[in-house]
Structures are given as structure tokens and as C-alpha cells.
């Protein structure tokens, strides 16, 4: 009876981890954005909802590295970045700055 339980709550589980990817998907495609469907399919005209099919799937593994390359990332210069402070000669303290930042 225990064993029956366990295998049911884990697949209980699989089922909401499968639903919440599903709706992950759904929020990633466009909403009204549609698919003509091919000329040689009778009413080549009509239009239809682009499927989860057209989805395409996660990789197994990333590197920072990869993804670093692909969206060809540069960085940031520290020292410009440390000269552009010092021109902007701010008096006020921290604190101060941040509760302007405050509604």
C-alpha cells in the first residue's frame, strides 16, 4: 500500500512539473501571432495557432562561456567606468541618494 502510495505522488509530481512547463511555454509564444498553413494543404489561406510543437527544446547543458559568445558579450571598462564617477563629482552621501529613489 505504501509503495502504491509513493509511486502515485511521484507521478502526482511529474504531472505538475510537466503542466508548469507547459504553461511556461504558452507565456513564451506570441499570443496572436499566427502560422499560414502550407499551399499545398486544401484552404492554403486559412491560418492556424502556432503549436508547442514549434517550441524548441532546452539544451542539456550551458557553459557560461557559451553564453557569454553568443550574445557577444564585452563587459564593462572598470576604469571608465571609475572616471565617469569621479566627473559626476557627487557630494550627497548614499543614503541620502537613495531614499530620493524612494515614492
Do not use: C, W, Y
Not at 509503495?3 to 507547459?22: D, F, G, P, W
Not at 557559451?66 to 557577444?72: A, H, K, R
Amino acid at each position: 500500500m505504501t509503495i502504491k502510495v509513493e509511486l502515485l505522488h511521484e507521478e502526482a509530481l511529474a504531472l505538475l512539473r510537466n503542466l508548469e512547463r507547459l504553461k511556461l511555454v504558452k507565456l513564451l509564444l506570441p499570443k496572436k501571432k499566427k502560422v499560414a498553413i502550407a499551399p499545398s494543404e486544401p484552404n492554403g489561406s486559412e491560418e492556424k495557432e502556432p503549436s508547442v510543437s514549434s517550441v524548441k527544446p532546452i539544451r542539456d547543458s550551458l557553459t557560461l562561456n557559451q553564453l557569454l559568445e553568443e550574445q557577444q558579450f564585452k563587459g564593462f571598462d572598470r576604469q571608465e567606468l571609475d572616471n565617469l564617477i569621479s566627473e559626476m563629482n557627487i557630494q550627497e552621501p548614499i543614503e541620502e541618494l537613495l531614499a530620493m529613489l524612494k515614492p
